[in-house]
């Protein structure tokens, strides 16, 4: 029979601490033939963290929860769960549970049911099981659908089921592979927000796999971006936001806004690769005037203009080459500049360097 007795009697939320990380992957890589999907992931996640992996398709994020959950091993490198070391062990002797996007729920069960399938399955005696699927719904807030069948609920709804199955084990680990990929962009929006409440009140550590960068940001206590394979930065959404390690995070997480080559040289005054957030870039149709004191400015024509309701984005060319994109909060009607000539400017500390490389 799996260990679980500790976990059964441990209420959610008041994990003892041990200092160790919940997670520890150290030199991880796994290869499929001769694609490295993942090459070389070194991450700590401390215990109750809301952590996110995030990168385009193909970057290696799903393999790693896979083989945290042990439906992979790894080809290299070690996975530790508080302290132990965990890398060749089954899946069912991990204290790891697994949210997916297809919630794989049963159709001729009970909400009910559904989360107190896996209980069964570990012979938990009924009272106890039922009070245990009571709780977890109370958590995901559907206390009063249990007796619903899932194709009675709506898709928020059964992916909140998915939820309570997952959290009824009171896992060390909560692992969740694209979890409202399949939801409407409004749903999805406040799945986000009741998600992130759910973590903080269970206190369980929870690991998020999302291609989403504004998910990620709203959500995360930090955040790994991915790059085929690897790791390019980890922080929380702040500093990823603000401060990208690399131009391949400054253009993933958020628009790519670079200045490089000639550009930089005329505007910045040193060669290398600057990122801008659109945001920080004031826009006018003064081109007498120069930058002011801590300034940068650069003179440059209006080449496309993107009403967005509650923002108005402008495409620049600059006069001394490169492109930059503006974005304006649309406190009025957009502006028309003057034969579209504009002068961009920011404070000096929101153009940085970053590696080329990446
Ligand atoms: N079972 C497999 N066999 C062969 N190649 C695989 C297998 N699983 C993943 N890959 C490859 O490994 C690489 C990483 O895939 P992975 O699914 O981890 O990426 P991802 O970042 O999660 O992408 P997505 O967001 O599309 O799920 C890809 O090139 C993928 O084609």
Redesign the pocket.
């Known amino acids: 029979m799996p260990h679980q007795a500790p976990a059964e009697t441990r209420p959610p939320g008041k994990r003892p601490q041990t200092g160790q990380p919940a997670i520890r992957l150290t030199g991880l890589e796994k290869h499929?033939?001769k694609?490295r999907?993942?090459d070389g992931v070194d991450l700590d996640i401390p215990p109750g963290e809301f952590f996110s992996m995030l990168?385009?398709?193909?970057?290696?994020?799903?393999?790693?929860l896979r083989m945290i959950a042990g439906f992979e091993l790894p080809t290299a490198g070690t996975i530790e769960l508080e302290g132990k070391d965990v890398s060749q062990l089954a899946p069912f002797d991990r204290d790891v549970n697994t949210v997916f996007q297809d919630y794989a729920l049963f159709p001729h069960m009970t909400v009910q049911q559904n989360v107190e399938y896996g209980l069964k399955v570990k012979r938990v005696g009924k009272t106890e099981r039922r009070d245990r699927a009571k709780e977890a719904l109370r958590t995901v807030r559907l206390e009063d659908f249990g007796d619903r069948k899932p194709t009675q609920m709506s898709g928020g709804q059964r992916q909140r089921v998915a939820l309570a199955r997952a959290l009824v084990n009171h896992p060390k680990v909560l692992l969740l592979d694209?979890p409202l990929g399949a939801l409407d962009l409004k749903l999805r929006q406040t799945m986000q927000v009741e998600l992130k409440q759910i973590q903080r009140e269970v206190g369980i550590t929870f690991v998020f796999?999302t291609?989403d960068q504004d998910e990620a940001l709203t959500m995360s206590d930090r955040i790994a971006v991915?790059n085929a394979?690897r790791i390019e930065q980890v922080g929380t959404p702040v500093e990823v936001y603000e401060r990208p390690a690399s131009a391949f995070v400054a253009g993933f997480v958020g628009t790519s806004n670079l200045l490089s080559g000639r550009s930089a040289e005329a505007v910045i005054g040193r060669p290398g690769v600057y990122s801008i957030r659109p945001e920080k870039i004031r826009i006018d149709g003064d081109l007498a005037s120069p930058a002011g004191p801590g300034e940068t400015s650069a003179t440059g024509s209006v080449t496309d203009v993107v009403y967005a309701g509650s923002t108005v984005r402008y495409a620049v060319a600059l006069d001394a080459g490169g492109q930059l994109s503006v974005v304006r909060q649309n406190t009025s009607e957009p502006t028309e500049f003057a034969d579209g000539r504009v002068r961009l400017r920011w404070r000096r500390e929101h153009s940085f360097r970053v590696p080329e490389a990446g």
């Not at 990168?55 to 790693?64: A, E, F, I, L, M």
């Open positions: 499929f033939d694609v999907a993942v990168g385009p398709s193909g970057s290696g994020k799903t393999t790693v694209e796999v291609h991915f394979g």
